[in-house]
């Protein structure tokens, strides 16, 4: 069975950091395509960032320039460093595996439990 287990999330000051990772099992994890998510109370799935097997990178515009994925693939993981963090980055937070790069949430075929990231002002 495959398994995304998040972890790292939590309380943090607007304007401090986070690092979010997702240990993936039961998957050949290099061939997949990883991705975060994050989900607001309320609101809808939105795309944060993706990074294929040989490190190509995709940032949503809300990201771009303060959060940065990567991944380790001899540890089947993969990471999101968020800075300079806002109220509005607020959510669960989800790791994705997928065959096919994407920023809707159809096109991913394994997700995690999620992990809560709550900024305050």
């Known amino acids: 069975q495959v398994q995304l287990v998040e972890s790292g999330g939590g309380w943090v000051q607007a304007g401090g950091s986070l690092r979010l990772s997702c240990a993936a099992s039961g998957l050949t994890f290099s061939n997949y395509i990883m991705g975060w998510f994050r989900q607001a109370p309320g609101k809808e799935r939105t795309f944060v960032a993706r990074?294929?097997?040989?490190?190509?990178?995709y940032y949503a515009d809300s990201a771009k320039g303060r959060f940065a994925i990567s991944r380790d693939n001899a540890k089947n993981t993969v990471y999101l460093q968020m800075n300079s963090l806002k109220p509005e980055d607020t959510a669960v937070y989800y790791c994705a595996a997928g065959l096919v790069p994407s920023m809707m949430t159809g096109a991913w075929d394994y997700w995690g439990q999620g992990t809560q990231v709550t900024v305050s002002s």
């Open positions: 990074i294929r097997s040989g490190g190509s990178l």
